[in-house]
Nanobody, 126 residues
Framework: QVQLVESGGGLVQPGGSLRLSCAASGSIFNIDVMGWYRQAPGKEREMVARITSRSSTYYRSSTYYVDSVKGRFTISRDSAKNTVDLQMNSLKPEDTAVYFC??????????????WGQGTQVTVSS
């Protein structure tokens, strides 16, 4: 069984910064992709940022950012610790959402599948 646990959400003023962290644990054999999605009230869930594994069979090592966060957010990953962080700078009210950690994981007993964290609230408001 695999768990993704997020931390680091909260309330911040416009222009401020927050750092989200996510740790994957359990019977992990390999993680191809780790990333972050977000969902604002009344809107669909969207991918915010994604980072792939250097040793992935199906994905070249790369990062992806949705246009609205480019230059403000930075995703980083520690493959040895199975963690992924999202540094969010110059936050705007439109960044307010529940942020979900996401990973594509092959476990020791199951084929590759998608896994999600429980979500952490980020609120940008003065």
């Amino acid at each position: 069984q695999v768990q993704l646990v997020e931390s680091g959400g909260g309330l911040v003023q416009p222009g401020g910064s927050l750092r989200l962290s996510c740790a994957a644990s359990g019977s992990i054999f390999n993680i191809d992709v780790m990333g972050w999605y977000r969902q604002a009230p009344g809107k669909e869930r969207e991918m915010v940022a994604r980072i792939t594994s250097r040793s992935s069979t199906y994905y070249r090592s790369s990062t992806y950012y949705v246009d609205s966060v480019k230059g403000r957010f930075t995703i980083s990953r520690d493959s040895a610790k199975n963690t992924v962080d999202l540094q969010m700078n110059s936050l705007k009210p439109e960044d307010t959402a529940v942020y979900f950690c996401y990973a594509v994981i092959r476990t020791t007993t199951q084929p590759t599948g998608d896994y999600w964290g429980q979500g952490t609230q980020v609120t940008v408001s003065s």
